[in-house]
């Protein structure tokens, strides 16, 4: 038994003992939240699959309990997932098959996969998180589902993703937000399995494929006044990267409106063995390198500027990539986030040198008459990618994708049906570099949320 599962088992005989008291169960709450999703990506140009497309019902059943009386509350939180398959595309779910040394892929665009590729019928997941609180500061251990700048969950699709460590979080000091943790293990999107920890161009399904169990990170949010937060985190994936964020974040009223500005910043490096051990290098721009592979090497620097005033947000951006690797985070090669300004719906623009500038406008319709109507547009272009090929040689000098996305939304604001969501995501982009083909694609997602408890 390792000392994560000990530890939580001795946590949850704890609560055993304790579960009626008062608090416990008077705070607790349950939600059962439902999501219909459907997705097609249509593949342009080059060969394969022309189309990838899946449908599926998800179910996603949390309990969160209160905290028993005393000095230190203990508590339990659980979350069970249940993903129900409805249609795979007759095969085109964009898994591949296992095959010689290469393990296949982890899984299609929303489901797990067989090793022949066909998706399954269904894939479910228990996680539970025991947890205590002195004051205001929370201990959990289990499964948890971080989103900060150095370790951000995805639920970008029919279930979300979640991880297996320890995180302590606390609030006592005024102003000031602190946070702590060790992450081992990763269960994907797609998948009812923990994997262990990795980034792109070390990640393959195969003999040769390279990980991690030990991800650390910690950092805090200090309010310097109430607009303006500041924010520094550290991450450090054993034996892949070391990672240093800074961040501000400002709110100005301008007029009848407020200007947002989000500055962001990313200071990248090696570490352990994907300093020396080509087996754990990471995607980039080195030449003399297969694929232009190598040790982690990356500053990133971003702004996002939103303008909002009556139901409508202006927003424009620019980010920079600098240095030979591409922006590295946790990417276990089954869809993942990071917290930066450039994650679309199909890329993150963040290749090695790349320089992007975004414009965005949405419209909330509440301000005509119509709650729960959103409606809004992103545009990227990046430019100045090089690449370098298998033989280790550049094979692209300054070349650039694009990206247009568009959300239409609706929530239904009350009858029986209140809560219902309904979503359109739009995305489609385009790039000139070598073997790379592009993409437009479509989901569709219906949510609704029970309450339980």
Known sequence: ????????????GVLAQQAGAAGFIEDSKATLGLRNFYINTDNRDGAGANKNEEWGQGFDLRFTSGYTQGTVGFGIDAIGLLGVRLDSGGGTNGATAASGANYGSYGGTVFPSKSNGEAVDNFSSLGLTAKAKISQTELKLGTLQPKLPVIVTNDGRLLPQTFQGGQITSGDIKDLTLVGGQIEHAKGRNSSNNEELSIAGANGRTAAGRDSNKFYYGGGDYKITKDLTAQYYYGNLEDFYKQHFLGLVHNWAIGPGVLKSDLRYFNSSDDGANGHDSTYYSTGNYTASPSGRGKVDNNLYSGLFLYTVAGHTFGGGYQV???????????????SSAYIITDMQIQKFARAGEKTWQARYSYDFAKVGVPGLTAGAVYLKGDDIDTVGSNGRENASGRSEWERDF???????????????LMWKNAMWRTDLPNTRSQDENRLIVSYSIPLL
């Open 1 to 12: 038994m390792n000392k994560s599962t000990l530890a939580l088992a001795v946590a949850v």
């Open 321 to 335: 990539s600098n240095g030979s690797s591409d922006f590295p985070w946790l990417n276990q090669g089954d869809g």
């Open 407 to 421: 959300t239409l939304a609706y929530v239904v604001q009350e009858g029986p049906l209140k809560n219902l969501g």
